[in-house]
């Protein structure tokens, strides 16, 4: 027992407990925002081998939006294709990795988990508002039930107390951190307090948030087995350097996951194993050795063996969410803390990162003061339907590669290869991240067109977010293949003034803002540039209800005009469909092409879809399903999915999407 001394007492307004990838987003959301926040984590800083280690393509995207995805996609493994092959060990196929045009990063990728936690602590660390402590767990939390409607206070009581730790120095990739690093540990021994307005439990499977708030996880344990081996191998078999399933008639089935630095992840059926009565395996009588000799057994006749071995495990397939996302929207749990699944997939990692970069930006806009706290109810309702579809596909897919394939055409409980490729490529839009889609809601318009009236759904027991309110209007006609309630797709568009062809989504960056494109349409034709002028001259007129931000976001700069400088909730882009030869850059009006005193006008606002010097031609226009002479607006939330889209007349709708949940300036004054 430690000595009974005085807490040390302190305030944050998040605590987030758990740094890995969940928790590292999570820090990483609130230091873009500027939100005082602490992580921290129990373990000893870095996890050296195993875990996960796929990253898909819309993780990617993430990544990109926050400037740090060049270092992920230099260092990893990249997976453009996919060979399967049969009991026969024929190769039976290749199919790509990912739907062709899907995103602008072509394939998923892999890397070590400690490797993708040190480039998150490296992003982290160049913020002055959060701090980063390994070796401290929570003892206790407690939620002040007389202030917990009050978002300004600080509600939540933790107790932290500093475990041992294994060593005194972090070493992340080969850079060992110093104390400037901000992984000093803030409790040196003694218990010390926290006064949180928020705490968000990214701690694992068997969370320690989840079982002090008493809630639980709903799902089933399967009986299939599989072990795990991170090697080197040694073989001879000509596929080894590609995502591959080996199934075995007889033996089970085998997974190849190619790796950075000459590794290769073998998952390995383990078939000669079986529960107990109790429904759970012995695990002691499983090894290494074990799992290479059944892996050995499947691969025949090639050869496999490995001398290095860099991590091993074997784990019971279990599928399960949990039952409640958060308490009183003070409380919320990510990731492995509500929604465990086998790891085949290389979904664990990705739906742990996109679950709090959905809560992340909530959570900084209700501390800023600039939206209502009836924003943080769409956590849960948002994600709890991406967490039911991930345990469905993983159903679909742990079934696919624990069953025998088929012996013959007869054979009602074996799978074919023609199945197991035709389930793979109707999942690849899930599993590559882009299946995501949320539902009409406070924060995602409905569409009128189709003359229904949308209602906001909420979990069992719960109040839907915006009740009372409605569902704000939309117009999804008017941009037929840009879905409300989806990421907003991304294809080649050039800077107006500089001919420099972009990705738009590249243009888009996480900073809690949201983006307001004006598309619009062929402004070399007088009439549709007037009506762009009309739609700039109405925006202006709603300053304060739609405060655009003016600020110009600079990686480079972390701490000089980001977006919690500058103010403002949306940043408005546009993009336009005529020749750049046919309009000047000052034809637009201002409010297209603002202008800094000090830095002057801000060029990178204002794009063309049109073909580029050297890169051809995005067909932006084309793939939004937008009309290239009238165009239309598009809102994006700051998690990039699609939130409005109207008309440009529209902006009277536009301004009711947002006063549904903007705490509006009669509202701050009162306050």
Same mark, same amino acid.
């Given at each position: 027992?430690?000595?009974?001394?005085?807490?040390?007492?302190?305030?944050?307004?998040?605590?987030?407990?758990?740094?890995?990838?969940?928790?590292?987003?999570?820090?990483?959301?609130?230091?873009?925002?500027?939100?005082?926040?602490?992580?921290?984590?129990?373990?000893?800083?870095?996890?050296?081998?195993?875990?996960?280690?796929?990253?898909?393509?819309?993780?990617?995207?993430?990544?990109?939006?926050?400037?740090?995805?060049?270092?992920?996609?230099?260092?990893?493994?990249?997976?453009?294709?996919?060979?399967?092959?049969?009991?026969?060990?024929?190769?039976?196929?290749?199919?790509?990795?990912?739907?062709?045009?899907?995103?602008?990063?072509?394939?998923?990728?892999?890397?070590?988990?400690?490797?993708?936690?040190?480039?998150?602590?490296?992003?982290?660390?160049?913020?002055?508002?959060?701090?980063?402590?390994?070796?401290?767990?929570?003892?206790?939390?407690?939620?002040?039930?007389?202030?917990?409607?009050?978002?300004?206070?600080?509600?939540?009581?933790?107790?932290?107390?500093?475990?041992?730790?294994?060593?005194?120095?972090?070493?992340?990739?080969?850079?060992?951190?110093?104390?400037?690093?901000?992984?000093?540990?803030?409790?040196?021994?003694?218990?010390?307090?926290?006064?949180?307005?928020?705490?968000?439990?990214?701690?694992?499977?068997?969370?320690?948030?989840?079982?002090?708030?008493?809630?639980?996880?709903?799902?089933?344990?399967?009986?299939?087995?599989?072990?795990?081996?991170?090697?080197?191998?040694?073989?001879?078999?000509?596929?080894?350097?590609?995502?591959?399933?080996?199934?075995?008639?007889?033996?089970?089935?085998?997974?190849?996951?190619?790796?950075?630095?000459?590794?290769?992840?073998?998952?390995?059926?383990?078939?000669?194993?079986?529960?107990?009565?109790?429904?759970?395996?012995?695990?002691?009588?499983?090894?290494?050795?074990?799992?290479?000799?059944?892996?050995?057994?499947?691969?025949?006749?090639?050869?496999?063996?490995?001398?290095?071995?860099?991590?091993?495990?074997?784990?019971?397939?279990?599928?399960?969410?949990?039952?409640?996302?958060?308490?009183?929207?003070?409380?919320?749990?990510?990731?492995?803390?509500?929604?465990?699944?086998?790891?085949?997939?290389?979904?664990?990692?990705?739906?742990?990162?996109?679950?709090?970069?959905?809560?992340?930006?909530?959570?900084?806009?209700?501390?800023?003061?600039?939206?209502?706290?009836?924003?943080?109810?769409?956590?849960?309702?948002?994600?709890?339907?991406?967490?039911?579809?991930?345990?469905?596909?993983?159903?679909?897919?742990?079934?696919?590669?624990?069953?025998?394939?088929?012996?013959?055409?007869?054979?009602?409980?074996?799978?074919?290869?023609?199945?197991?490729?035709?389930?793979?490529?109707?999942?690849?839009?899930?599993?590559?991240?882009?299946?995501? @889609?949320?539902? *009409?809601? #406070? /924060?995602?318009?409905? !569409?009128?067109?189709? +003359?229904?009236?949308?209602? =906001?759904?909420?979990?069992?027991?719960?109040?839907?977010?915006?009740?009372?309110?409605?569902?704000?209007?939309?117009?999804?006609?008017?941009?037929?293949?840009?879905?409300?309630?989806?990421?907003?797709?991304?294809?080649?568009?050039?800077?107006?003034?500089?001919?420099?062809?972009?990705?738009?989504?590249?243009?888009?960056?996480?900073?809690?803002?949201?983006?307001?494109?004006?598309?619009?349409?062929?402004?070399?034709?007088?009439?549709?540039?007037?009506?762009?002028?009309?739609?700039?001259?109405?925006?202006?007129?709603?300053?304060?209800?739609?405060?655009?931000?003016?600020?110009?976001?600079?990686?480079?700069?972390?701490?000089?005009?980001?977006?919690?400088?500058?103010?403002?909730?949306?940043?408005?882009?546009?993009?336009?469909?005529?020749?750049?030869?046919?309009?000047?850059? @000052?034809?637009? *009006?201002? #409010? /297209?092409?603002?202008? !800094?005193?000090?830095? +002057?006008?801000?060029?990178? =606002?204002?794009?063309?879809?049109?073909?580029?010097?050297?890169?051809?031609?995005?067909?932006?226009?084309?793939?939004?399903?937008?009309?290239?002479?009238?165009?239309?607006?598009?809102?994006?939330?700051?998690?990039?999915?699609?939130?409005?889209?109207?008309?440009?007349?529209?902006?009277?709708?536009?301004?009711?999407?947002?006063?549904?949940?903007?705490?509006?300036?009669?509202?701050?004054?009162?306050?």
């Amino acid at each position: 027992m430690m000595a009974d001394k005085p807490n040390k007492e302190s305030e944050v307004d998040v605590l987030i407990i758990g740094a890995g990838p969940a928790g590292l987003m999570a820090a990483l959301c609130m230091a873009r925002c500027g939100i005082k926040a602490r992580v921290i984590d129990k373990r000893d800083a870095g996890v050296r081998a195993g875990q996960a280690d796929g990253i898909q393509c819309r993780t990617l995207e993430i990544l990109d939006s926050f400037g740090i995805v060049d270092r992920i996609w230099k260092e990893s493994c990249h997976m453009p294709e996919n060979p399967d092959g049969d009991g026969l060990i024929h190769r039976s196929s290749r199919i790509p990795n990912t739907i062709k045009g899907l995103s602008r990063f072509p394939c998923g990728v892999l890397l070590a988990q400690h490797r993708i936690e040190a480039i998150l602590i490296e992003e982290i660390n160049q913020y002055p508002t959060v701090h980063i402590h390994h070796n401290v767990e929570p003892v206790s939390i407690d939620i002040d039930s007389s202030n917990v409607r009050d978002h300004s206070s600080h509600a939540i009581k933790i107790k932290l107390r500093q475990v041992e730790r294994g060593h005194l120095d972090l070493l992340t990739n080969g850079v060992k951190s110093s104390p400037a690093q901000k992984l000093e540990h803030p409790c040196q021994g003694d218990l010390a307090t926290v006064h949180a307005r928020y705490v968000i439990g990214c701690d694992g499977a068997h969370s320690w948030t989840r079982a002090q708030l008493g809630f639980c996880m709903e799902g089933e344990q399967t009986e299939y087995i599989w072990g795990v081996l991170d090697i080197i191998p040694l073989t001879d078999f000509p596929d080894i350097r590609s995502r591959c399933a080996i199934h075995s008639a007889e033996s089970g089935t085998i997974m190849v996951i190619p790796r950075e630095d000459g590794l290769v992840r073998i998952y390995c059926q383990l078939s000669t194993v079986a529960p107990g009565d109790d429904g759970r395996f012995d695990r002691s009588r499983i090894t290494p050795e074990s799992i290479l000799e059944a892996a050995q057994r499947i691969i025949k006749p090639y050869k496999l063996d490995y001398k290095y071995r860099d991590w091993w495990t074997v784990y019971q397939i279990g599928q399960r969410v949990g039952n409640r996302f958060s308490a009183q929207e003070r409380i919320f749990l990510a990731g492995d803390a509500i929604h465990t699944h086998s790891p085949k997939a290389g979904q664990g990692m990705n739906v742990s990162i996109q679950d709090t970069y959905n809560l992340g930006w909530k959570i900084a806009m209700v501390v800023k003061g600039i939206a209502t706290p009836s924003i943080l109810e769409t956590y849960e309702t948002e994600r709890r339907g991406v967490a039911q579809e991930l345990i469905a596909f993983d159903q679909e897919y742990s079934r696919l590669w624990s069953s025998r394939p088929k012996k013959e055409i007869t054979d009602q409980d074996g799978i074919s290869i023609a199945d197991f490729e035709r389930a793979f490529i109707q999942q690849q839009l899930f599993s590559s991240g882009f299946g995501v @889609h949320y539902g *009409p809601g #406070l /924060l995602t318009a409905h !569409d009128s067109s189709n +003359g229904r009236i949308a209602k =906001c759904s909420a979990p069992e027991g719960k109040t839907a977010s915006g009740e009372g309110k409605g569902v704000a209007s939309s117009h999804q006609p008017l941009a037929t293949r840009t879905v409300l309630g989806k990421r907003f797709p991304s294809f080649r568009v050039i800077n107006h003034c500089d001919a420099r062809s972009w990705h738009l989504g590249e243009r888009i960056k996480s900073d809690a803002l949201f983006h307001i494109v004006l598309f619009a349409g062929d402004v070399s034709q007088p009439s549709q540039m007037d009506r762009v002028r009309c739609f700039a001259s109405e925006m202006t007129g709603r300053a304060a209800t739609i405060p655009l931000h003016r600020g110009r976001f600079l990686f480079k700069s972390r701490h000089n005009a980001s977006s919690q400088d500058c103010g403002g909730v949306a940043r408005l882009l546009t993009v336009h469909s005529a020749l750049r030869r046919c309009v000047e850059i @000052h034809e637009f *009006p201002p #409010l /297209l092409l603002p202008y !800094d005193e000090e830095l +002057g006008y801000d060029y990178d =606002c204002i794009f063309v879809d049109e073909e580029s010097y050297y890169q051809g031609h995005g067909h932006a226009y084309d793939g939004y399903g937008i009309d290239p002479t009238r165009g239309c607006v598009v809102v994006m939330r700051p998690d990039q999915h699609v939130a409005w889209i109207g008309e440009l007349e529209d902006v009277p709708g536009l301004e009711a999407y947002f006063t549904r949940f903007l705490v509006q300036p009669s509202d701050q004054l009162c306050g």
